[in-house]
């Protein structure tokens, strides 16, 4: 895959273990603050709510500017804000509104740098590759923001909060510095040419293009609306959305003394490694699943990891159920993105993706900070066990509205099999 994927590997790594620990820490410091469900519940919805606010925005100037110079600004830029945040748990001076403030700005850098990764991928390696790069970066993701981010933050806040978010502060810098080593990526795809045919929903195929540079803003949205595959994935990522707002809002309040789990904040923090463990073994295997199961069976699996992921609270089941519960939905979670991933870098013009890529963001992402404030709300009304039953409701309903793309996608896998990216060649190839 070459040196520069490898130092963007690098930077993914180091930058996604300070998301771990940040998205850790910032409930729980509010929790340490004698912060209200409500107030813990709004520290995620204000990290997440920067998606469906200034996501086209971040789509639109991904693909305007060099993507490696975005990634070593927005990674220092970030870096930065933390430090100031260690500033104020040094004197004293950690409040409710500072943690609020601090996970603004970090939901506005994570759309630049998320949209900027996906969309640098295709300029570093090469089309035969990409299912396996794309598979690189969700197990370095999941090793790092979820097996070893959650448990450190449980460990460091416990000793100090300063500590804590100096960690990130500090990981953010070398993300910064390790994209700094990259050469400017060129898209090593062959560019398409005015009036080349295409058939949007086809993987492998992407639709015509126009002689002229489209700029506009809302031309990804546009192009997202109008396919025939991508806009139905989008919709229902948006409704597994609500469903991982909820859980993530509220399980720390569920999970941490004097929850029902009565977890130390340690203890939850390794209780969170069990989605991480689901998602590094589903990113080593999701390349031969793809080519013997169908994308659609695998798309169905994450739909029933959400299921899994709220009904042990919605029952009030024991710790056990829960982290398996918690495995199987890092699994599809996993699986999922990998496989949607690919989709949209293989049906998307290269001038496009990062707009396209942002509009599914927006919506599918945007639907995390409804479902987190809707969930803090009702549970301040009601009970927490009433805010996962709901959630386990909606879940169930997503994976039978999903039923119907599943065909879908296994006729498109069978009329385009060179979608499969890094599938096994017949005999013939390899004669050839």
């Given amino acids: 895959m070459g040196k520069d994927f490898a130092r963007l590997w690098i930077a993914t790594g180091s930058a996604n273990l300070g998301d771990g620990i940040v998205l850790t820490a910032l409930p729980l410091l509010a929790l340490t603050l004698g912060g209200t469900v409500g ?38 830029a970030r870096a930065a804000a933390l430090a100031l945040l260690t500033v104020a748990a040094l004197t004293d001076a950690l409040t409710i509104p500072l943690l609020l ?128 595959l991508q806009r139905p994935l989008t919709l229902l990522t948006a409704a597994m959305s609500l469903v991982w707002g909820a859980w993530s809002a509220l399980f720390v309040v569920y999970a941490v003394s004097p929850g029902p789990l009565q977890l130390t904040t340690g203890q939850y923090g390794l209780l969170l490694t069990a989605m991480a463990v689901g998602g590094i073994i589903a990113s080593t295997v999701v390349g031969p699943l793809r080519r013997r199961l169908g994308s659609g069976l695998l798309l169905f699996l994450d739909c029933l990891g959400t299921v899994l992921l709220v009904l042990p609270m919605a029952l009030n089941a024991d710790i056990w159920f829960t982290a398996a519960g918690i495995t199987m939905a890092g699994a599809g979670s996993s699986i999922w993105r990998i496989v949607v991933a690919t989709i949209r870098q293989e049906t998307t013009p290269g001038p496009l993706l990062g707009r396209v890529y942002s509009a599914s963001r927006v919506i599918s992402w945007g639907a995390v900070p409804l479902g987190a404030g809707l969930a803090g709300v009702l549970a301040s009304l009601t009970s927490l066990r009433t805010v996962f039953l709901a959630a386990t409701v909606l879940a169930v309903l997503v994976a039978f509205a999903y039923l119907p793309l599943w065909r879908t996608l296994n006729l498109l896998q069978r009329t385009a099999p060179e979608a499969s990216l890094e599938r096994t060649p017949t005999t013939e190839e390899r004669t050839r």
Avoid: C, M
């Fill in 101 to 228: 403030l601090a996970a603004g700005i970090y939901g506005v850098a994570e759309t630049l740098v998320d949209t900027a990764l996906v969309t640098l991928i295709p300029e570093l390696v090469e089309p035969a590759a990409r299912t396996g790069a794309n598979a690189r970066i969700e197990a370095t993701i999941n090793i790092t923001n979820q097996l070893l981010g959650p448990p450190l933050a449980g460990v460091i806040i416990g000793l100090s909060t300063a500590a804590t978010v100096a960690t990130g502060s500090a990981l953010y810098l070398v993300a910064g510095l390790a994209v700094l080593t990259i050469r400017s990526g060129t898209p090593r795809t062959p560019p398409t040419t005015p009036g080349t045919p295409g058939t949007p929903g086809t993987p492998g195929t992407p639709p015509e293009t126009t002689a002229k540079p489209d700029t506009r803003v809302r031309s990804g949205l546009t192009y997202l609306w109008r396919h025939e």
């Fill in 39 to 76: 107030q813990i519940a709004l520290v995620t919805t204000v990290a997440t709510l920067a998606w469906p606010i200034v996501g086209l925005h971040a789509g639109w100037v991904v693909d305007r500017f060099p993507r490696r110079s975005i990634l070593v600004l927005v990674n220092i």
